[in-house]
């Protein structure tokens, strides 16, 4: 199996800003004190992007980026997991936007959840708020 290095930054560099524009995905809002992001690599170079918004218990799977070159080898499951690993002991549930189906983060157990019943911190954040939309699927999954 590959060994994926798992670098962390608290801010947003414009490696992650290009992937996002090339992805059509919004760069507002990126830069926040509570967001945390990760550049998995491997020896082959960049997989990709995931990060994390939030510190509490109830946090923001805030992206999912991999790269088109490594696209349809098992990175996206791969950098979820592992990011699902690193999330510390006080993280009891994850929760996710995405302007797709959910499909690929329902196979990976994450459940369709009501978004007027999201915690106050995951409804007031961008993402929520005005980046996805209120047609976006929200999912929640319970880390514990």
Known sequence: MTQIYFSETRHADDVLRLALDA????TDELGGADQMFFSPSDDDGLIGFIGLEGDGTDRL??????LPTRLGQGYGRMLVERLEGVADDA???LHH???GTGEFFRK?????????????????TAQFTSLCGPRATYLIKDLG
Request: aromatic share 6%; charged share 20%.
């Open 23 to 26: 992805a059509q995905l919004p």
């Open 61 to 66: 799977l805030r992206l999912l980026i991999v």
């Open 91 to 93: 993280v009891e549930r």
């Open 97 to 99: 936007l995405t302007s």
């Open 108 to 124: 990976l157990g994450y459940v369709d959840a009501d978004r007027d019943q999201a915690p106050t911190f995951i409804a007031a």
